[in-house]
């Protein structure tokens, strides 16, 4: 995903940050799904209905994070659930808003 695609507001975020961070500054309307919380034994868990529940499986989902490992365990996680998702960096995210306080 890119910038221009989570600032138009027409997908569903994702943070896959740590809590500390998600409490701190986050993407607008932005959910918080940690990455541990799908994994048991270090395997996707079987049922991930309900981590999900909040989420429209109708609408086009962006995961971000400042790390991709974890972005990419809760990608993974619903594209099998049969999400369209795809994965935004943090970091690009605060490039461009500290661009946009400067002007």
Request: hydrophobic share 35%.
């Amino acid at each position: 995903a890119d910038y221009d695609l989570v600032r138009s507001g027409r997908v569903q975020m994702v943070d896959a940050r740590k809590i500390q961070e998600f409490g701190r500054e986050k993407i607008d309307n932005a959910t918080w799904i940690s990455p541990e919380s799908l994994l048991e034994q270090g395997r996707l868990k079987s049922d991930l209905n309900d981590t999900f529940a909040r989420l429209n499986t109708s609408q086009p989902t962006v995961v971000y994070s400042d790390d991709i490992f974890g972005a990419s365990i809760v990608w993974f996680a619903l594209e099998l659930m049969g999400y369209d998702a795809s994965i935004y960096r943090w970091q690009d995210w605060q490039e461009h808003e500290d661009r946009s306080s400067v002007d």
